[in-house]
């Protein structure tokens, strides 16, 4: 089991940024894999963003060139950098996380991960 605590949502204007935050306590899988999803009111929960024990990252397209995901040295915190947001960048942003079981890419489905934030929400007004 791992508890995942996210932070640095909030309410921006069109093209500003925010970074999120993740951390990680619990068990530390040696092989995993570390993932942003978001979700709309009304609509699923997509992947956003996800990176593994080895360091590649995978991005949704709605996202390629203006979010960054990164981790720490310790590999116990992944952060997501949001620049040029956009009202449609709008929603609930989860953390999540599991082991070498997962298919680490932004087209893993929900339920492939074990491990879930409470999420952090992220508004961005036109």
């Known amino acids: 089991q791992v508890d995942l605590v996210e932070s640095g949502g909030g309410s921006v204007q069109a093209g500003g940024s925010l970074r999120l935050y993740c951390g990680a306590n619990g068990v530390i899988y040696s092989s995993y894999c570390m993932a942003w999803y978001r979700q709309a009111p009304g609509k699923d929960r997509e992947g956003v963003a996800t990176?593994?024990?080895?360091?590649?990252?995978t991005y949704a397209d709605s996202v390629k060139g203006r979010f960054f995901i990164s981790q720490d040295i310790t590999q116990t915190t992944v952060d997501l950098q949001m620049n040029n947001l956009k009202p449609e960048d709008t929603g609930m942003y989860y953390c999540a996380t599991d082991g070498p079981r997962v298919d680490c890419t932004v087209k893993a489905t929900v339920d492939e991960f074990n491990n879930w934030g409470q999420g952090t929400q992220v508004t961005v007004s036109s």
């Open positions: 990176i593994d024990s080895e360091g590649v990252v």
